[in-house]
């Protein structure tokens, strides 16, 4: 079993910069590919980012691409999301969950991952 606690969400303004962080305890953290989703009100989750184990790949939505960036400290256990030059687009709330999947393409798909954090809200105002 996993625990994933996510923090810093918050309000800014369009233009803005927000760090989220995920607080992983339990089993070992560099055992799980780390993913980062959103959902806004009334639409689905959607994949944001996504780091390997060892934090030397990463992935992101073509949406966040160049603003965002995903990365992972393994001996602190925790993941985070750097989120520049953000829109109100990104209003959401934010997700952090952890993949034992070595699927091609899985660390897009919500399906594929074994653990959830709470969620923090993220909301940018024009």
């Known amino acids: 079993q996993v625990q994933l606690v996510e923090s810093g969400g918050g309000s800014v303004q369009a233009g803005g910069s927000l760090r989220l962080s995920c607080a992983a305890s339990?089993?070992?953290?560099?055992?799980?590919?780390m993913g980062w989703f959103r959902q806004a009100p009334g639409k689905e989750r959607e994949f944001a980012a996504a780091?390997?184990?060892?934090?030397?790949?990463?992935y992101y939505a073509d949406s966040v691409k160049g603003r965002f960036t995903i990365s992972r400290d393994n001996a602190k256990n925790t993941a985070y999301l750097q989120m520049n030059s953000l829109k109100p687009e990104d209003t959401a709330v934010y997700y952090c969950?952890?993949?034992?999947?070595?699927?091609?393409?899985?660390?897009?798909?919500?399906?594929?991952?074994?653990?959830w954090g709470q969620g923090t809200q993220v909301t940018v105002s024009s």
């Open positions: 969950a952890a993949s034992t999947s070595k699927a091609a393409g899985s660390h897009r798909l919500p399906g594929q991952y074994d653990y």
């Open positions: 780091i390997s184990r060892s934090g030397g790949i990463t």
């Open positions: 339990g089993r070992t953290f560099s055992d799980y590919k």
